[in-house]
């Protein structure tokens, strides 16, 4: 079994930053893919941004040019900082990983809780 607790949510003025943390534990033999996304009220979960093993990002429109994603392999972490942060950025925000728990195994999708991040005067 495998978690993903995320933490660094919280409340913030329009302009200012945030960094976000997740760590994977558990059975982890490798982890591919990890991801932020974030669920506004009322709207669908959207993705943030995405990382590869090998470093390779992805991020939404939304996110370009304010947000970074990166990880820490050693540490089975991945991290959002978050700059410029904005009303519309309100949300859940979610981490999510693929994980490999042993050699030769099946590649599964994990979640995290979710952490609140408010933006907001």
């Known amino acids: 079994q495998v978690q993903l ?3 660094g949510g ?3 003025q329009p302009g200012g930053s945030l960094r976000l943390s ?3 534990s558990g059975s ?3 982890i591919n893919t990890m991801a932020w996304y974030r ?3 009322g709207k669908q979960r959207e993705l943030v941004a995405d ?3 090998g470093g390779r990002t992805n991020y939404a429109d939304s996110a370009k040019g304010r947000f970074t ?3 820490d392999n050693a540490k089975n972490t991945v991290y959002l900082q978050m700059n ?3 009303p519309e950025d309100t949300a859940v925000y979610y981490c999510y990983a693929v994980v490999l728990a042993y050699r030769g195994g099946i590649w599964y999708s994990y979640w995290g809780q979710g952490t609140q991040v408010t933006v907001s005067s």
């Open 39 to 41: 669920q506004a009220p």
């Open 10 to 12: 919280g409340l913030v």
């Open 5 to 7: 607790a995320e933490s």
């Open 69 to 71: 994603i990166s990880r």
């Open 28 to 30: 982890i033999f490798n």
């Open 51 to 53: 990382i590869s093993s």
């Open 84 to 86: 410029s942060l904005k």
């Open 22 to 24: 997740c760590v994977a």
